[in-house]
């Protein structure tokens, strides 16, 4: 249970698992910092009644460079992704991309949210 600091590509030996679990999200504001939460709950084949196994929270920052992994790994979202997004205004910093990352500018060129 804690906050991310940091995504970062990891070298650990990995494979598929076996079990497929719920998650919730919930949006929280604290102290002016947005963040949002995900909670995995036990698979069916846990023996006790489900309960919160593990969660996370991002704040907006880690937000981004996890959408930017997103659409690395699956670049064919890209259309999903843009239908997804909610009507901004192109005046708006945050539809822009100013003070983004060089890639989040580039991913959101690519959805035309910039020219």
Sequence with gaps: MARIRSIAEGTQNIRPHDSEVDCFYNVLDEDGIRLLHLTTFGSDHRKSKPKSS???????????????????????????AKAALPATSSSSSSSNGEGESPIFQSLLKELGITD
Aim: proline letters at 7%; charged letters at 20%; zero cysteines.
């Design 54 to 80: 593990q969660s996370i929270q991002l704040d907006r920052d880690m937000a981004v460079q996890l959408i930017e992994v997103l659409l690395k790994t699956f670049p064919d979202i890209l259309p999903a």
